[in-house]
T-cell receptor, first 113, second 115 residues
Framework: DGGITQSPKYLFRKEGQNVTLSCEQNLNHDAMYWYRQDPGQGLRLIYYSQIVNDFQKGDIAEGYSVSREKKESFPLTVTSAQKNPTAFYLC????????????FGQGTRLTVV | GENVEQHPSTLSVQEGDSAVIKCTYSDSASNYFPWYKQELGKRPQLIIDIRSNVGEKKDQRIAVTLNKTAKHFSLHITETQPEDSAVYFCAASEGVTGGGNKLTFGTGTQLKVEL
């Protein structure tokens, strides 16, 4: 497996603390995405970015923030404002051609206690 | 926005039988429909996709059909094998201004292939 890497695989945090999830890709993709996966709810889009220094809110952006300072990197911060942060987080990337495959990272399982 | 519904949520078949998973979408502007397979604890991986200018696409034991008028698309797996056991997700996208895909996913189907 290569191409898009998320770290760490498992993350534990205390309630009220901000936490940042890492996502790095070496596929030379311009577009990057963050999804949240909960049991029985599929994948829901948090944020996406089509170019460096620009990003857009997805369907469930409240309580999250992102940055895109480098093409290769798209970190996600889960803030204390996110009411139910425990979930499996998936990062993905794709070319900006329309209708092309999105490649996923292996995910980070965040548990807030 | 787009809404994708997926059925069934669980599907159990005998090895060698066929499996069919169905999805419906709401936004007539959607024009790209990928299917992802996710094994336990692993990343989703694309297994097949279809674009709106095509009604059917086949890749070995896997096929996808699209009915734009009815706004539904289906995944067909023939001659199922134990390694087909996984969660399958459908998705729909209309593409976004500036490029890329804003995928809306179904809720997933847990497929179990029994020996």
């Amino acid at each position: 497996d290569g191409g898009i890497t998320q770290s760490p695989k498992y993350l534990f945090r205390k309630e009220g603390q901000n936490v940042t999830l890492s996502c790095e890709q070496n596929l030379n993709h311009d577009a990057m995405y963050w999804y949240r996966q909960d049991p029985g709810q599929g994948l829901r889009l948090i944020y996406y970015s089509q170019i460096v220094n620009d990003f857009q809110k997805g369907d469930i952006a409240e309580g999250y923030s992102v940055s895109r300072e480098k093409k290769e990197s798209f970190p996600l911060t889960v803030t204390s404002a996110q009411k139910n942060p425990t979930a499996f987080y998936l990062c993905a990337s794709s070319r900006t051609d329309r209708n092309t495959e999105a490649f996923f990272g292996q995910g980070t399982r965040l548990t807030v206690v | 926005g787009e809404n994708v519904e997926q059925h069934p949520s669980t599907l159990s078949v005998q090895e060698g039988d066929s499996a069919v998973i169905k999805c419906t979408y709401s936004d007539s502007a959607s024009n790209y429909f990928p299917w992802y397979k996710q094994e336990l604890g692993k990343r989703p991986q694309l297994i097949i996709d279809i674009r709106s200018n095509v009604g059917e696409k086949k890749d070995q034991r896997i096929a996808v059909t699209l009915n734009k008028t009815a706004k539904h698309f289906s995944l067909h797996i023939t001659e199922t094998q134990p390694e087909d056991s996984a969660v399958y997700f459908c998705a729909a996208s209309e593409g976004v201004t500036g490029g890329g895909n804003k995928l809306t996913f179904g809720t997933g189907t847990q497929l179990k292939v029994e020996l």
